[in-house]
């Protein structure tokens, strides 16, 4: 496959299917997304977020230097909104706790709902994959669509036990993020699928990197639960695929 950012690689069977964008060999592993930046710029719909660059949060309490302060917050969503009940997952390159240095963390959702109002809102235990029997750190997040179709992130996270420790997330809007999945489909076949806010990028292959040229994929694109999907034959020659705005 082809697409953006930095390198990884995916093979199937005797053949390597990469994903590069901007003549960029991006390799990738089966079953895995790659993330590529695009303006956003739709409303929220299931498939991959970024915050943009600048994004900053305010994190206040009584263990927090000052009792206030603004931090940096760099992450990246993916939504999960065809399942009965929608799914977050946040991986934060920089996530904060009273006070303290950032570090890396991933949360997920324990709970998620569609309101009536259009927004997704989504609840769980901040620190859950770090402490699996759980903690009284707490986030409750919502997302909501602009009136130019972008998706804000608002929403707190806090301690629910006896001081007072709380993130503020205010107006985060968030970049979408394209992305390619792959899976094997039977002995000879592979599916490459995408997010339908990417609806409007053509799916092209070359066979070899660098690219003298790209060609657009012809095969029939199907729609279900929010992803568009093409089914190809593995065949016995390498082939790099790439998502591309016109």
């Given amino acids: 496959m082809k697409a953006m950012k930095a390198p990884m690689q995916s093979q199937i069977g005797p053949r390597w299917l990469l994903a590069v964008r901007k003549a960029v060999a991006v390799p990738i592993a089966l079953g895995a997304h790659l993330a590529l930046v695009c303006p956003a710029g739709a409303a929220l719909q299931s498939g991959v977020y970024q915050t943009p660059l600048d994004a900053t949060v305010r994190e206040w309490g009584d263990r927090v230097p000052n009792g206030s302060r603004v931090v940096p917050i760099f992450a990246t969503l993916t939504f999960d909104l065809g399942a009965a009940q929608p799914a977050l997952t946040a991986v934060i390159t920089n996530a904060v ?43 409750d997040w919502g997302f909501s669509a602009a009136s ?88 016995s020659s390498s082939r790099f695929y790439r998502l591309r705005k016109p």
Wanted: without cysteine.
């Fill in 148 to 235: 130019d179709g972008s998706v804000v992130w608002n929403g707190n996270t806090y301690w629910a036990g006896g001081h007072i420790w709380q993130v503020t997330v205010s107006n985060i809007t968030l970049v979408p993020a394209a992305w390619l999945n792959i899976s094997r489909v039977g002995t000879v076949s592979v599916q490459i699928t995408w997010g339908t806010n990417f609806a409007d990028h053509v799916l092209e292959y070359a066979t070899s990197l660098p690219a003298l040229g790209w060609n657009s994929v012809t095969n029939a694109v199907t729609y279900a639960d929010d992803r568009l999907s093409v089914t190809l034959d593995t065949g």
């Fill in 97 to 139: 706790l009273e006070g303290g240095n950032p570090f890396a963390l991933t949360v997920r959702s324990s709970s998620g709902s569609h309101l009536v109002d259009g927004t997704y809102r989504f609840m769980g235990d901040y620190l859950q994959d770090i402490y699996p029997s759980g903690t009284q750190y707490l986030f």
